[in-house]
Protein backbone atom coordinates (compact mmCIF):
# COMPACT_ATOMS: atom_id res chain seq x y z
CA UNK A 1 0.00 0.00 0.00
CA UNK A 2 3.20 2.29 0.08
CA UNK A 3 3.78 1.91 -3.36
CA UNK A 4 3.90 4.20 -5.91
CA UNK A 5 4.18 2.78 -9.21
CA UNK A 6 5.35 5.17 -11.73
CA UNK A 7 5.44 4.30 -16.17
CA UNK A 8 6.92 4.49 -18.66
CA UNK A 9 10.05 3.57 -17.36
CA UNK A 10 11.91 5.44 -19.97
CA UNK A 11 10.06 7.70 -23.20
CA UNK A 12 11.74 9.55 -26.07
CA UNK A 13 9.82 12.33 -27.50
CA UNK A 14 10.52 14.79 -30.50
CA UNK A 15 11.66 18.24 -29.92
CA UNK A 16 8.50 20.11 -29.39
CA UNK A 17 6.76 17.15 -28.37
CA UNK A 18 4.83 16.64 -24.71
CA UNK A 19 5.72 14.11 -22.67
CA UNK A 20 3.49 12.29 -20.52
CA UNK A 21 4.37 10.33 -17.23
CA UNK A 22 2.09 8.53 -15.19
CA UNK A 23 2.07 7.78 -11.43
CA UNK A 24 -0.19 5.69 -9.65
CA UNK A 25 -0.83 5.38 -5.62
CA UNK A 26 -2.30 2.95 -3.83
CA UNK A 27 -2.80 5.19 0.36
CA UNK A 28 -5.27 7.29 -0.02
CA UNK A 29 -3.70 9.11 2.94
CA UNK A 30 -0.98 10.65 1.33
CA UNK A 31 -1.18 14.22 0.93
CA UNK A 32 1.33 15.59 -0.95
CA UNK A 33 2.70 14.48 -4.74
CA UNK A 34 6.46 16.12 -5.87
CA UNK A 35 7.71 15.48 -9.06
CA UNK A 36 11.69 15.20 -9.03
CA UNK A 37 13.77 15.74 -12.46
CA UNK A 38 17.65 13.93 -12.22
CA UNK A 39 20.08 14.77 -13.43
CA UNK A 40 23.38 12.26 -14.13
CA UNK A 41 25.11 12.31 -11.26
CA UNK A 42 23.15 14.75 -9.67
CA UNK A 43 20.64 15.07 -6.61
CA UNK A 44 16.88 14.87 -7.59
CA UNK A 45 15.76 18.42 -7.64
CA UNK A 46 11.69 19.59 -7.34
CA UNK A 47 10.19 20.11 -10.43
CA UNK A 48 6.51 20.96 -9.29
CA UNK A 49 4.39 19.46 -6.66
CA UNK A 50 0.69 18.88 -6.08
CA UNK A 51 -1.73 18.30 -3.13
CA UNK A 52 -4.86 16.43 -3.46
CA UNK A 53 -6.84 19.55 -3.12
CA UNK A 54 -6.81 20.34 -6.97
CA UNK A 55 -6.62 18.71 -9.87
CA UNK A 56 -3.99 20.97 -11.86
CA UNK A 57 -1.10 22.73 -11.15
CA UNK A 58 1.28 24.71 -14.09
CA UNK A 59 4.27 25.84 -13.46
CA UNK A 60 5.90 26.75 -17.09
CA UNK A 61 6.01 24.01 -19.27
CA UNK A 62 5.26 21.62 -16.54
CA UNK A 63 1.61 20.98 -15.40
CA UNK A 64 0.51 18.26 -12.90
CA UNK A 65 -2.68 16.19 -13.72
CA UNK A 66 -3.91 14.94 -10.45
CA UNK A 67 -7.03 12.47 -10.38
CA UNK A 68 -7.77 11.71 -6.97
CA UNK A 69 -10.95 9.17 -7.61
CA UNK A 70 -8.32 7.13 -9.45
CA UNK A 71 -5.37 7.44 -7.29
CA UNK A 72 -3.33 8.64 -10.40
CA UNK A 73 -1.51 11.43 -10.82
CA UNK A 74 0.55 13.01 -14.25
CA UNK A 75 3.43 14.91 -15.10
CA UNK A 76 2.96 16.53 -18.42
CA UNK A 77 5.96 18.47 -20.27
CA UNK A 78 4.93 20.56 -23.01
CA UNK A 79 7.52 21.63 -25.83
CA UNK A 80 9.49 19.55 -24.61
CA UNK A 81 13.26 20.44 -25.17
CA UNK A 82 16.59 18.49 -25.20
CA UNK A 83 17.84 20.12 -21.95
CA UNK A 84 14.29 18.29 -20.30
CA UNK A 85 16.63 15.05 -21.04
CA UNK A 86 16.38 13.72 -17.14
CA UNK A 87 15.11 10.74 -14.87
CA UNK A 88 12.12 11.68 -13.36
CA UNK A 89 10.61 10.99 -10.00
CA UNK A 90 7.33 11.13 -8.80
CA UNK A 91 6.93 10.88 -4.95
CA UNK A 92 4.09 10.56 -2.57
CA UNK A 93 4.45 11.74 0.94
CA UNK A 94 1.93 11.34 4.15
CA UNK A 95 0.40 15.11 5.77
CA UNK A 96 1.77 13.39 9.10
CA UNK A 97 4.17 11.43 10.59
CA UNK A 98 7.81 11.70 9.41
CA UNK A 99 6.93 12.85 6.04
CA UNK A 100 9.06 10.28 4.48
CA UNK A 101 8.87 10.34 0.57
CA UNK A 102 8.13 7.11 -1.40
CA UNK A 103 9.25 7.29 -4.18
CA UNK A 104 8.38 5.64 -7.94
CA UNK A 105 10.72 4.24 -10.39
CA UNK A 106 11.39 6.79 -12.26
CA UNK A 107 11.25 7.21 -16.20
CA UNK A 108 14.25 8.34 -18.51
CA UNK A 109 13.22 10.95 -20.43
CA UNK A 110 15.18 11.82 -23.62
CA UNK A 111 14.07 14.60 -26.08
CA UNK A 112 15.67 14.51 -29.37
CA UNK A 113 16.56 17.51 -30.98
CA UNK B 1 18.64 29.90 -2.44
CA UNK B 2 19.62 27.92 0.52
CA UNK B 3 21.08 24.41 -0.24
CA UNK B 4 21.77 21.36 0.94
CA UNK B 5 25.65 20.58 1.23
CA UNK B 6 26.90 17.26 1.17
CA UNK B 7 31.01 15.70 1.89
CA UNK B 8 32.50 13.71 0.26
CA UNK B 9 31.31 13.61 -3.06
CA UNK B 10 32.61 10.43 -4.03
CA UNK B 11 34.09 7.89 -1.26
CA UNK B 12 35.90 4.57 -1.56
CA UNK B 13 36.20 2.17 1.00
CA UNK B 14 36.92 -1.06 0.95
CA UNK B 15 34.52 -3.60 2.19
CA UNK B 16 34.35 -4.13 6.11
CA UNK B 17 35.76 -0.57 6.65
CA UNK B 18 33.46 2.00 7.84
CA UNK B 19 32.07 5.32 6.53
CA UNK B 20 30.83 8.78 7.54
CA UNK B 21 28.82 10.76 5.11
CA UNK B 22 28.69 14.32 6.06
CA UNK B 23 25.49 16.46 5.05
CA UNK B 24 24.50 20.27 5.99
CA UNK B 25 20.87 20.64 6.24
CA UNK B 26 19.31 24.04 5.54
CA UNK B 27 19.52 26.13 8.60
CA UNK B 28 15.94 26.64 9.70
CA UNK B 29 14.72 22.95 8.45
CA UNK B 30 13.51 20.46 11.50
CA UNK B 31 13.79 16.71 9.79
CA UNK B 32 16.56 14.97 7.88
CA UNK B 33 16.50 12.23 5.89
CA UNK B 34 18.89 9.67 4.13
CA UNK B 35 17.89 7.91 0.86
CA UNK B 36 20.15 5.67 -0.64
CA UNK B 37 19.91 5.14 -5.10
CA UNK B 38 21.64 2.36 -6.39
CA UNK B 39 22.84 3.21 -9.92
CA UNK B 40 19.67 3.27 -12.48
CA UNK B 41 17.33 2.49 -9.89
CA UNK B 42 15.08 4.48 -7.58
CA UNK B 43 15.34 6.60 -4.48
CA UNK B 44 14.85 4.64 -1.31
CA UNK B 45 13.99 5.55 2.03
CA UNK B 46 16.20 4.89 4.60
CA UNK B 47 16.18 6.80 7.96
CA UNK B 48 14.29 10.01 9.47
CA UNK B 49 15.80 12.00 12.02
CA UNK B 50 13.61 14.90 14.11
CA UNK B 51 14.46 16.44 17.60
CA UNK B 52 18.00 14.06 17.64
CA UNK B 53 16.74 11.03 17.28
CA UNK B 54 15.46 8.42 14.75
CA UNK B 55 11.74 8.88 13.88
CA UNK B 56 11.77 6.19 11.10
CA UNK B 57 13.93 4.33 9.54
CA UNK B 58 13.45 1.88 6.72
CA UNK B 59 14.49 -2.33 6.59
CA UNK B 60 17.08 -1.79 4.64
CA UNK B 61 18.57 1.34 7.95
CA UNK B 62 19.74 -2.30 9.80
CA UNK B 63 22.37 -2.52 12.82
CA UNK B 64 25.55 -1.63 10.45
CA UNK B 65 24.09 2.13 9.91
CA UNK B 66 24.03 5.07 12.45
CA UNK B 67 22.77 8.47 11.78
CA UNK B 68 23.76 11.52 14.36
CA UNK B 69 24.04 15.21 14.70
CA UNK B 70 27.13 15.74 16.03
CA UNK B 71 27.20 19.43 16.59
CA UNK B 72 24.08 21.05 15.52
CA UNK B 73 24.76 21.15 11.84
CA UNK B 74 26.19 18.55 10.33
CA UNK B 75 24.18 15.45 10.33
CA UNK B 76 25.86 11.97 9.59
CA UNK B 77 25.13 8.68 8.08
CA UNK B 78 27.95 6.37 9.79
CA UNK B 79 28.12 2.17 8.61
CA UNK B 80 30.26 0.78 10.43
CA UNK B 81 31.19 -2.27 8.38
CA UNK B 82 30.87 -1.57 4.69
CA UNK B 83 29.39 -4.86 2.19
CA UNK B 84 29.31 -4.52 -1.64
CA UNK B 85 25.87 -3.80 -1.53
CA UNK B 86 25.98 -0.77 -0.06
CA UNK B 87 27.90 0.97 -2.97
CA UNK B 88 25.41 3.57 -4.26
CA UNK B 89 24.38 7.56 -4.28
CA UNK B 90 23.24 8.42 -0.45
CA UNK B 91 21.56 11.74 -0.85
CA UNK B 92 20.73 13.90 2.52
CA UNK B 93 17.24 15.84 2.48
CA UNK B 94 15.69 17.98 4.47
CA UNK B 95 12.43 19.66 5.23
CA UNK B 96 11.01 22.57 7.38
CA UNK B 97 8.46 19.44 8.93
CA UNK B 98 5.67 21.89 9.40
CA UNK B 99 3.75 19.92 7.13
CA UNK B 100 4.22 17.16 4.38
CA UNK B 101 6.53 20.06 1.99
CA UNK B 102 9.02 20.14 -0.26
CA UNK B 103 11.95 17.89 0.83
CA UNK B 104 15.87 19.20 -0.27
CA UNK B 105 18.19 16.83 -1.73
CA UNK B 106 21.92 17.37 -1.47
CA UNK B 107 23.73 16.49 -3.85
CA UNK B 108 25.09 12.92 -2.86
CA UNK B 109 27.71 10.68 -2.16
CA UNK B 110 28.95 8.56 -4.30
CA UNK B 111 29.91 5.36 -2.23
CA UNK B 112 31.87 2.60 -3.95
CA UNK B 113 32.79 -0.30 -2.02
CA UNK B 114 35.62 -2.15 -3.14
Known amino acids: QQQVKQSPQSLIVQKGGISIINCAYE??????FPWYQQFPGKGPALLIA?????SEKKEGRFTISFNKSAKQFSLHIMDSQPGDSATYFC????????????FGTGTRLKVLA | EPEVTQTPSHQVTQMGQEVILRCVPISNHLYFYWYRQILGQKVEFLVS????????KSEIFDDQFSVERPDGSNFTLKIRSTKLEDSAMYFCATTTGISSDTQYFGPGTRLTVL
Open chain 1, 91 to 102: AASLDSGTYKYI
Open chain 2, 49 to 56: FYNNEISE
Open chain 1, 27 to 32: NTAFDY
Open chain 1, 50 to 54: IRPDV
